[in-house]
């Protein structure tokens, strides 16, 4: 293949656990990756800079941290470490931001990836400001973002640490849920999962669901049942969550009869499902029936188009996990790196 000093060699698209462990490899192995990091609440990709792991104030569950790590900053010594071995970032400001200190606030914004062109090679990315950036390969790692209610509070307190989540195997084990009374909302297999999971932890588990029955497959339902620590809460659907720095409650209305009323919690958990963020894609890799990028093997990164590989919660709609997403970043550099060694790309 004839080399172009202007095609990279890779474009990293998202900047969560997936995108950073590309990034990391595919720069150690001197691709010089780049990376559109994403920008929140744009559209049509609503890539969160960072991932999940932004809205997650202690992360206690990954390697390497045994007393734990808020998700910002563990986000920042990704970024820090890919940022050291030739990682550049598609920012506002240019393509070499300084990330040295993982507390301060970034002084710069990063870029989304507007649209891609997987229909001829180079491939073609184009970002917000609508430059066009031409690639060897791209590996796509946009993650998936949890559906929330919407609600200002549960926003803020989501974000604040004050004790609404939507990740309970991510935080349900945190001393702020331990022995609390928690609510669940949703009723499908996820719900019943999280909430089993909670009763490990949790003095009781009050599943709130806007049916009179669960979504969820017999077995699991049934599982969730017979479960004495959880109690069912049907037609109910939280119009409001209660609490300043810290849930307290919140605030129910009955499908049914419209009737209001509140319920007191420590904690609350969002299980209503997840989108991952693939729109932008606009049909050119080859989807499963969520919107999930479907991979070719199982055991691999690569996707319906040669050259295009995929890692972390855009592909996996069952662990969802920092450390699966990591582990699947670093599956989908080494694919890109010996994809672009057969072609002849040094």
């Not at 017999?218 to 109910?236: D, P």
């Not at 509140?262 to 958990?269: I, R, T, V």
């Not at 990164?301 to 040669?306: A, L, N, P």
Request: glycine letters at 10%.
């Amino acid at each position: 293949m004839a080399q172009d000093k202007n095609v990279e060699k890779v474009i990293i698209v998202g900047s969560g656990p997936a995108g950073w462990t590309a990034a990391i490899y595919t720069a150690r192995a001197n691709l010089q990756p780049l990376v559109f990091a994403g920008r929140p609440k744009t559209v049509p990709t609503t890539i969160l800079p960072g991932g999940q792991l932004m809205m997650t104030t202690e992360v206690e569950n990954y390697p390497g941290f045994p007393h734990g790590v808020t998700g910002p900053v563990m986000m920042s010594y990704f970024e820090q470490q890919a940022v050291r071995f030739g990682t550049r970032i598609v920012t506002d400001k240019g393509l070499n931001p300084d990330v040295s200190n993982p507390d301060d606030g970034h002084s710069y914004a990063y870029q989304d990836c507007k649209r891609v062109d997987l229909s001829r090679k180079p491939f073609v990315v184009v970002g917000e400001d609508d430059k066009e950036y031409t690639a060897h390969t791209v590996i796509i790692a946009t993650g998936a973002t949890a559906n929330w209610l919407g609600l200002k509070n549960e926003m803020r307190l989501a974000q604040s640490g004050g004790g609404v989540s939507a990740c309970a195997v991510c935080d349900g084990a945190l001393p702020v849920f331990r022995d609390k009374v928690v609510g669940v909302v949703g009723g499908g297999d996820s719900a019943v999962e999280e909430a089993t999971y909670l009763t490990k932890f949790a003095a009781k588990v009050y599943m709130i669901h806007r049916r009179d029955q669960l979504r969820a497959s017999k077995i699991m339902a049934e599982r969730a049942k017979s479960n004495h620590k959880i109690e069912f809460l049907w037609n109910k659907g939280v119009v409001d969550v209660l609490g300043d720095n810290m849930i307290t409650g919140v605030k129910l209305k009955d499908t049914v009869t419209g009737k209001e009323s509140e319920q007191p919690l420590g904690g609350l958990f969002m299980a209503i499902g997840h989108t991952p963020a693939t729109a932008f894609l606009n049909g050119q890799l080859e989807l499963d029936a969520k919107k999930y990028i479907k991979l070719k093997d199982p055991y691999r990164s690569t996707t319906s188009v040669d050259g295009v590989f995929a890692a972390g919660d855009c592909v996996d709609s069952v662990y969802r996990q920092a450390v699966t997403a990591a582990g699947m970043g670093c599956k989908a550099a080494l694919d890109a790196e010996r994809w672009l060694a057969v072609q002849g790309v040094e």
